[in-house]
Nanobody
Framework: VQLVESGGGLVQPGGSLRLSCAAS????????MSWYRQAPGKERELVAS?????NYVDSVKGRFTISRDNAKNMVYLQMNSLKPEDTAVYYC?????????WGKGTLVTVSS
């Protein structure tokens, strides 16, 4: 099983990034897919999930969009109107029945 995130980088406040997560080694379409993030000195938090429904943490609602392509085994996180407080390592997670897999993360830095 492998989850590989990409698309992170340095962006100015107000900018946009699109994160991608390439999945392999499991039946992708059967899994809930989520994006988490962990800022320096803080706990990892759920940002967005795509399972039976799509959900977002309040702080990103209206700015971030999660999407998936089951044919390509890919999940994406479109991030708009980025703020310095969005700076974190972003992780992709695949989960089913409470068990799951993590990627190694991609760093997003929002700074002028």
């Amino acid at each position: 099983v492998q989850l590989v995130e990409s698309g992170g980088g340095l962006v100015q406040p107000g900018g946009s990034l699109r994160l991608s997560c390439a999945a392999s080694g499991f039946t992708f379409s059967r899994y809930d897919m989520s994006w988490y993030r962990q800022a320096p000195g803080k706990e990892r938090e759920l940002v967005a999930s795509d399972g039976r429904s799509v959900n977002y943490v309040d702080s990103v609602k209206g700015r971030f969009t999660i999407s998936r392509d089951n044919a390509k085994n890919m999940v994406y996180l479109q991030m708009n109107s980025l703020k310095p407080e969005d700076t974190a390592v972003y992780y992709c997670r695949a989960s089913q029945y409470g068990m799951g897999y993590w990627g190694k993360g991609t760093l997003v830095t929002v700074s002028s």
